[in-house]
T-cell receptor, first 111, second 113 residues
Framework: KNQVEQSPQSLIILEGKNCTLQ??????????LRWYKQDTGRGPVSLTI?????NTKSNGRYTATLDADTKQSSLHITASQLSDSASYIC??????????FGKGTSLLVTP | EPEVTQTPSHQVTQMGQEVILRCVPI?????FYWYRQILGQKVEFLVS????????KSEIFDDQFSVERPDGSNFTLKIRSTKLEDSAMYFC???????????FGDGTRLSIL
């Protein structure tokens, strides 16, 4: 069964600090891995998308890594801001169409 | 920046009734999707649609559900004979190509009474 597991479930950090979120998956075959940000009450917003051959992708202060051999990914957020408070969701696609979502990591950035 | 828009934002329906959720994808996108998120749970894939036909669907997307692109701009999800467990947030998404970011709308919250 295709599974996407994320850790930690929740995280609280001080504004300006860095953090790293983890994702492990068992989705097979593998097409691509995505990270999304979801604010409360809003739809998910794409941060990065990586295919099998890519092992890192950046989008501003967000940097995602992918190890397709160990089926692990991470999302690193640099110099956090209050607006980074949201749920960060790891999403893996087997076919390119359907997305398998993790439960997300709820990040709270405090002043 | 172009957006995916969904209407209504909140739909309340009696159990057993039919409901149609509407979406306007980004205009030059070719791939369309529906997802649902039950309160407190993860987002789940329902169906993808390309070239006027379903390209993939999940186990959730049974005969109760159907999708349609009735004109060049709208993409709809119809749920027949709604059940209490159909209560969820339903998200529409679109993308230019399959392996490209999917752009999500802000969802329709469906409440079945």
């Amino acid at each position: 069964k295709n599974q996407v597991e994320q850790s930690p479930q929740s995280l609280i950090i001080l504004e300006g600090k860095n953090c790293t979120l983890q994702c492990n998956y068992t989705v097979s075959p593998f097409s691509n891995l995505r990270w999304y940000k979801q604010d409360t009450g809003r739809g998910p917003v794409s941060l990065t998308i990586m295919t099998f051959s890519e092992n890192t992708k950046s989008n501003g202060r967000y940097t995602a890594t992918l190890d397709a051999d160990t089926k692990q990914s991470s999302l690193h957020i640099t110099a956090s801001q209050l607006s980074d408070s949201a749920s960060y969701i790891c999403v893996v696609s087997a076919t390119g169409y359907a997305l398998n979502f993790g439960k997300g990591t709820s990040l709270l950035v405090t002043p | 920046e172009p957006e995916v828009t969904q209407t209504p934002s909140h739909q309340v329906t009696q159990m057993g009734q039919e409901v149609i959720l509407r979406c306007v994808p980004i205009s030059n996108h070719l791939y369309f999707y529906w997802y649902r998120q039950i309160l407190g749970q993860k987002v789940e894939f329902l169906v993808s649609f390309y070239n006027n036909e379903i390209s993939e669907k999940s186990e959730i997307f049974d005969d109760q559900f159907s999708v349609e692109r009735p004109d060049g701009s709208n993409f709809t999800l119809k749920i027949r004979s709604t059940k209490l467990e159909d209560s969820a947030m339903y998200f529409c998404a679109s993308s230019g190509q399959a392996v490209q970011p999917q752009h999500f709308g802000d969802g329709t919250r469906l409440s079945i009474l």
